[in-house]
């Protein structure tokens, strides 16, 4: 048992050292124009709301950027009709980023209730799993929805997220996995089929913006 406990001991140490003395991987970082530049414009029907000259509907404030720690926010309210949903996508390779929306919405006065894991069809990456959670405000009644890219693919668990960004990290020698947070939230009231036929067409276009990237 003794020798068994030293073998284990000298196995823990040499890893530890091939770890520590290993070359470490030159971490990627990307600019806030160019995470903006990958995500889509136009979603099918659907055209952002920009000012002239502008390539996202609104900046978030500073302390948005120094709480999340990302690469870049894209913020668009896409419109159609009478559809609209601002979708923001926060780019990050920091856990900081991956963070759970409903603190939040919230401490935007946000009554929160509902949550639940739901899958959105897309043409491109299958099934994608998302977040569902309804939000009340004042009789303003809405449906939430968040999900995450990795480099592994898309989830809707922020548990998962945490578990495979670490997982990640021990298995490339230190290297941080990538990708975003985005959020989904109609601008008023709309039929959760069609906000979910949105999103699905929103990661198709993501796709094909980002050349697979996304």
Excluded at 115 to 127: F, L, S
Aim: hydrophobic share 40%; proline share 4%; aromatic share 12%.
């Amino acid at each position: 048992m003794k020798k068994m406990l030293w073998i284990l001991a000298g196995l823990m140490t040499s890893i530890g050292l091939a770890y520590n003395f290993a070359p470490r991987p030159h971490e990627k970082s990307m600019t806030e124009d160019e995470v903006i530049a990958m995500l889509p414009i136009k979603v099918g029907k659907f055209q952002p709301m920009l000012k002239q000259g502008e390539k996202v509907s609104y900046t978030m404030d500073k302390s948005s950027y120094d709480i999340l720690k990302p690469w870049g926010i894209c913020a668009r309210v896409f419109v159609s009709g009478n559809e609209s949903y601002d979708v923001v996508a926060i780019a990050s390779n920091s856990k900081e980023s991956f963070h759970d929306p409903q603190i939040c919405f919230s401490a935007q006065g946000w009554r929160l209730s509902n949550q639940r894991d739901d899958v959105i069809k897309t043409k491109t990456r299958g099934d994608v799993p998302v977040t569902l959670v309804d939000m009340e405000q004042r009789g303003d009644n809405r449906v939430a929805m968040y999900f995450f890219r990795l480099s592994k693919g898309y989830y809707g668990n922020m548990g998962l997220v945490k578990r495979d960004m670490l997982k990640h990290l021990f298995t490339n020698w230190g290297q941080k996995d990538e990708g975003a947070f985005i959020r989904l939230i109609p601008t008023s009231s709309v039929d959760v089929e069609k906000m979910k036929k949105f999103a699905a067409d929103w990661v198709d276009a993501a796709n094909e913006s980002s050349q697979g990237y996304y």
